[in-house]
Each structure stands twice: as structure tokens, then as C-alpha cells.
């Protein structure tokens, strides 16, 4: 059996080939990697603003596996004044976490740098984006990994916002091994607010400490104490912590007709902050009623005065309290009401 005498040339040719294509690859993927980073210290925060061209080349275009994962939150302006969907407190707290990302692998000695992208993508800007990836919703976060098509990456669940940037990062900590660091939270008072503070504090204090010692102050007021003691009384009856807590608006837009507004909604799940400030509302009065009652018109000589004034305080209270269960009921669509003793039957 005989070689042909253009064998190891063409052996040759096929290696040289093979390693040529391998280099060329290794080079676009430095390059795309390489235009990242530029893009990424463009950004204040870090995160890499991506439409549909740059979609194309970093991801759909590119075969994998590639040298790099991208986590990308989608977002939609038109939607930023829906409370509900907290749309600009989650990016703000994505920029956090690439921030701080950024600060904890600042070169190319740590491990982590240049492995991990924190991009944004905007709906009206690039929607065939969002067909791609299939998103139908917001709030919306992937981890496109190395390995991964568009739609077979990783999405956030909801309960990985619970606790914003901390769970952000330990999200991607346990998706891609990679480390994201602390967090690192700007203070909410900057070194030069401090030095105003400071300074004006100890050009008030001679003046604050004269009227201390003459008794001058709102804490030596008599009304300053019955007006803290009204609002922290309704501040406890009107559920406002509860809506502090879930951030609950006040009024929601009907379903059925956006331009009228609910401001009771039925359904024992959900408060809105009319609801509380409607039942604090009547709460108060009643509270007051009793309050001016048992202090003040105990002190009044005139009897027939009192029993006046007496009985018009009964039917406002009545009221009030009518009303708050009526609404309860309306709620629950638990009905409560009141029981005549047997022995009256």
C-alpha cells in the first residue's frame, strides 16, 4: 500500500487550519469580552445598557460555550409608576449588587473579574429582545450562563427579591460560583452633611440649653403631649404600619374601569391606605369623644348641658362603630353582630 505523496500536506493543512479557526475564536471571544469591560466602565453603576444589536452579538450570535455570564434585567419605563411592580427600586438595587461586584473584583488577579455582566435591557427600545427571551412580565431577571440558549437560562424568583441586593447576590453566588463580595451601600449621610450637622448643632445648643433651663421648650407644652398622644392613638388604629411594611398605596385603579379609582377593596387579604385612614378616622373620634367626656364635661355645672352633650357623644360613637363593622363584615363576609342575653327571651 502506497502514500500518496499529498497526504502530509493536506494532514498539514487540516492542522493549521484547525488552529487558525481555534485562534480566531479565542480572539472574538477576548474581543467580546474586552468591549464588555469598556462598556461596563462607561457605566456609572456598571451595568451595561444592551438592545437588540448588542443581544445579537454577545449572546444570540455567539456559539457556546462562552467565556462569560451576563445577568440581565429587563425593564419598562411606561411601567415605573405601577408601585406595585417596584420596577425602579429593583434595578436600583441591581446596580447595587454590580456595583459592589465591580469594587470587590476590581482586575484581572481576582478570579471573578470579567466573568460576570450586569446589563439592562428596556422594553419600547427592544421588544423582539423580550420575544426571545420570552419574557411576558415584570419584574423580570435571567443568568444567561456559558452553556445556556436564551431561553434555557436561569430566572429569578420572586423570593430571591425579598431581600434585594443581598439575595440578588446570593443568587448568583450559588448559580455561578462566582463571588460577588459585600454589599457595599452608599451611607445615608455623606462625610460633609455630618460636618453641617455637627456644626449646626453646637451653634444651637447654648440657645437650646437657655430654654431648657427657662422652660421654654415644646417638651414642656401641654398641647405639643395631647397632639403626639392623638396621632400615635390613630397611627395605632388605622393599620399605617401595615402599610408602611407592605407598601400598600392608597387607592388602586379598577380593573374594569382604569379611569375610576377603589379605594375599599373587598377581600380580607388586601388593605389599601384609604381603608386604614377611613377606620383610624372614625377610631379617633370615638377616642376623643370618650377622652373629652371623662375629663371635660365632668367638669361642667350645667346638667342638662352634660346629659345633651352626653347623649349626642353616645350617638356619634354608635355611629362610628357601626360603621367600622359594617365594613369588616363587607370585608370578611364574616357578620358580626350583637346577642340579646337568654334570660331576656
Known amino acids: ?186 451611607p445615608l449621610i455623606s462625610r460633609n452633611q455630618w460636618i453641617i450637622i455637627v456644626l449646626a448643632f453646637l451653634i444651637w445648643l447654648p440657645f437650646a440649653v437657655k430654654k431648657i433651663l427657662t422652660g421654654q421648650t415644646l417638651l414642656h407644652e401641654p398641647k405639643v403631649w395631647l397632639a403626639g398622644a392623638v396621632a400615635v392613638y390613630f397611627f395605632s388604629v388605622s393599620g399605617a404600619m401595615h402599610n408602611i411594611i407592605r407598601r400598600m398605596p392608597m387607592f388602586v385603579a379598577d380593573r374594569n374601569d382604569p379611569s375610576k379609582l377603589v379605594f375599599f377593596y373587598q377581600g380580607s387579604g388586601m388593605q389599601l391606605g384609604a381603608e386604614g385612614f377611613a377606620v383610624g378616622f372614625l377610631y379617633t373620634i370615638v377616642g376623643l369623644l370618650l377622652a373629652f367626656v371623662t375629663t371635660i364635661l365632668v367638669k361642667v355645672k350645667n346638667t342638662t348641658t352634660q346629659r345633651l352633650i352626653m347623649i349626642f357623644a353616645l350617638l356619634v360613637s354608635f355611629w362610628a362603630v357601626k360603621k367600622v363593622v359594617y365594613l369588616d363584615n363587607w370585608k370578611t363576609g364574616y357578620g358580626i353582630h350583637g346577642f340579646w342575653p337568654s334570660s331576656w327571651h
Open 1 to 186: 500500500m502506497t502514500c500518496s505523496p499529498n497526504l502530509p500536506f493536506l494532514v498539514l493543512f487540516i492542522a493549521v487550519s484547525s488552529l487558525i479557526a481555534s485562534t480566531a475564536s479565542l480572539d472574538s471571544d477576548a474581543d467580546r469580552v474586552s468591549e464588555l469591560l469598556t462598556l461596563q466602565s462607561r457605566s456609572e453603576s456598571g451595568v451595561i445598557h444592551l438592545n437588540d444589536q448588542f443581544v445579537s452579538r454577545f449572546l444570540a450570535s455567539v456559539k457556546t460555550p462562552r467565556p462569560y455570564w451576563l445577568l440581565v434585567f429587563f425593564d419598562a419605563i411606561q411601567l415605573h409608576e405601577k408601585p406595585e411592580l417596584r420596577l425602579e427600586e429593583l434595578y436600583n438595587e441591581f446596580a447595587l449588587v454590580a456595583s459592589s461586584y465591580i469594587t470587590n473584583n476590581p482586575d484581572s488577579s481576582s478570579p471573578s473579574h470579567g466573568k460576570l455582566f450586569f446589563c439592562n435591557i428596556e422594553f419600547k427600545e427592544s421588544q423582539s429582545s423580550f420575544s426571545l427571551f420570552g419574557v411576558n412580565s415584570l419584574p423580570h431577571i435571567r443568568l444567561i450562563g456559558p452553556h445556556h440558549t436564551l431561553k434555557e437560562s436561569d430566572q429569578m424568583d420572586q423570593g430571591d427579591f425579598s431581600r434585594l441586593a443581598e439575595s440578588m447576590a446570593e443568587f448568583i453566588e450559588s448559580k455561578t460560583k462566582l463571588v460577588v463580595g459585600p454589599i457595599h451601600r452608599p
